[in-house]
């Protein structure tokens, strides 16, 4: 069987606003925001490493503005050339997508493990809905396999119109891998877009939280609540990828739930973030979009905070 490794991503932010009303009541937020050290051990086992294509499955319909929003994120995470990226060589303001994708690639320094190189793949479109609109885990799998099995993580992306098993009642998306095979072995993603079924879970800042403090939703960057919400989410499954692709990597807490490097930090995005607030964006003046991130051909986003491993905390672009 494929293992499957299944993120709360927003649920835990809202578990934390649960606990925040419940142990702190009338407090101070000023008291709130202590943060804790977080160190993710270390479990000895491969991480992914050298040449690796990241290959997109849309499954449903989404507009080609939609698709070039993702497209543009994952290609600010690696030159075209293939080399590897700095942010001034890739054309990315700071603070930039790149310079996110950095505390996640410090981890391979830990485990000894060659960096990878990251590059946009190929983009499957599967409009026609070929495993129905309400998929099971296991089918997101299959449809994981579209993408190719070798050096590849496979992004599966599910249209507003598709109900994935679980999908708002536990996790916003999953990663896993493939079983070993002769033709390889991948690791794969699973997104779905949110913007009809669960924003309040799953578009979080960017949509009212289904609970707590319901302070006004931030404007997207990119004009398209389930769009941002999906990259936010993507980012976060592919640091938990890259850091655990197999199960073995770097986690804490048990294997069927492991915190991960993106995980271990909800609902954080900039500094001075406590439950109900993002943090201390950056904001578009001609908009009054909230983000965190420059990409490539000017697009903007927002990306979760990693736990950086130099100083076990929550790391965010926007100091």
Partial sequence: MASRIQSPTMFGLLLLVILFQRSFGARKLAALVEPQ??????????????????????????TPAQRAIVADFVSSLSSSSGKK????????????????????????????????????????????????????SDQLLALAVEGGQRRAVNVVLTAEDVAVEGFCMSRC??????????????????????????????AW???????????????????????????????????????NPFGDGFFQGPVEAPLEAASACPGIYGKNAYPGYAGDLLVDQSTGASYNAKGADGRKYLLPALVDPVTSSCSTLVK
Avoid at 38 to 61: A, E, M
Avoid at 174 to 186: D, I, L, N
Avoid at 206 to 235: E, K, R, S, W
């Fill in 37 to 62: 050290p977080t160190t993710l051990t270390y479990h000895n086992g491969h991480l992914l490493t050298g040449p690796i294509s990241i290959n997109l499955v849309w499954y449903g319909k989404f």
């Fill in 85 to 136: 990226l700095s942010s001034a060589a890739a054309g990315q303001p700071e603070p930039s997508v790149a310079t996110w994708w950095k505390t996640a690639e410090s981890y391979y320094a830990l485990s000894k493990s060659p960096l990878p190189v990251l590059s946009l793949g190929k983009q499957v479109l599967d409009e026609s809905y070929s495993l129905g609109r309400s998929p099971t």
């Fill in 173 to 202: 998306g999953t990663h896993g891998a493939s079983p070993r095979s002769k033709s390889g072995r991948f690791a794969y993603v699973w997104v779905g877009n949110s913007v009809t079924q669960c924003p309040g879970q799953c």
């Fill in 205 to 243: 800042p960017f949509h009212q939280p289904l609970y707590g403090p319901q302070t006004p939703p931030l404007v997207p960057p990119n004009d398209d609540v389930g769009i941002d919400g999906m990259v936010i989410n993507l980012a976060s499954m592919l640091a938990g990828t890259f850091t």
